[in-house]
């Protein structure tokens, strides 16, 4: 008999290695997957991920990522054509 985890939720997984699924699957932004990217990445879109709803931060304050949602989110926050305001 197959033992089966009924609290188990395959659309949330670690955001470490959702990041390196995203950018291996996305080489033409760059970036590599590395800690640093990965560092970079959630202090410049955590809040808006957050906000989409494809990034939630659990009780014990590891990050989760969507599998199902990431990648169209994550894609249009690095490409977006953001106008910097000058003075």
């Keep these: 008999m197959e033992k ?3 609290f188990a939720n395959p659309e949330w997984v670690p955001a470490q290695g959702a990041w390196k699924q995203f950018c291996a ?5 760059g970036l590599k997957g590395t800690n640093g990217s990965y560092i970079w990445f959630c202090r410049t879109a955590a809040h808006e ?3 989409a709803g494809v990034m939630r931060r659990s ?4 990050l989760l990522i969507n599998t199902k949602t990431f990648a169209p989110v994550a894609f249009e926050l690095l490409t977006a054509d953001r106008a910097t305001p000058t003075n």
């Excluded at 009780?59 to 590891?62: E, G, L, P, Q, V």
């Design 4 to 6: 089966t985890d009924d």
């Design 49 to 51: 991920l957050v906000k």
């Design 59 to 62: 009780k014990s304050r590891a």
């Design 25 to 29: 699957a996305n080489p033409g932004l």
